[in-house]
């Protein structure tokens, strides 16, 4: 049986590595991108993946304007949003635009949490 996918975007190569790595030791298969406009990319090649995982703020296209975007391209694939900027307005946009949002910094635990309530969100 193959991975579950997840798509992970950040611009911080160090994060992207670390979500990667947690994701990897939690029996998942992952790609990382450094911002919205490669998602977008990996998407319209393939869209196998169980969860986005973005950053708020990237280069090109940040993660409130991907959500949006994977809001209307692939609304069935759910989304999870982490950030260090946490601010209320975030937050009820990311909430009605049907994602989990997770402030950091963050457990390993708290993050495959995040994780698996936002898989299990669009289920």
């Known amino acids: 049986m193959a991975l579950q996918r997840v798509l992970i975007a950040d611009d911080e190569k160090i994060l992207r590595s670390l979500m990667a790595d947690i994701f990897c030791h939690n029996g998942f298969e992952t790609v990382v991108v450094e911002d919205g406009l490669q998602v977008l990319a990996v998407l319209g090649k393939d869209t196998d993946f169980v969860l986005v995982v ?70």
Do not use: C, W
């Open 54 to 123: 973005s950053d708020i703020q990237m280069p090109r296209m940040d993660g409130i304007t991907l959500l949006q975007k994977l809001r209307q391209t692939y609304p069935y694939i759910p989304v999870l949003i982490t950030s260090v900027h946490t601010s209320a307005e975030v937050i009820e946009i990311v909430e009605n635009e049907g994602a989990v949002y997770l402030p950091r910094p963050f457990t390993a635990r708290q993050f495959m949490e995040a994780a698996r309530r936002a898989i299990s969100k669009a289920a």
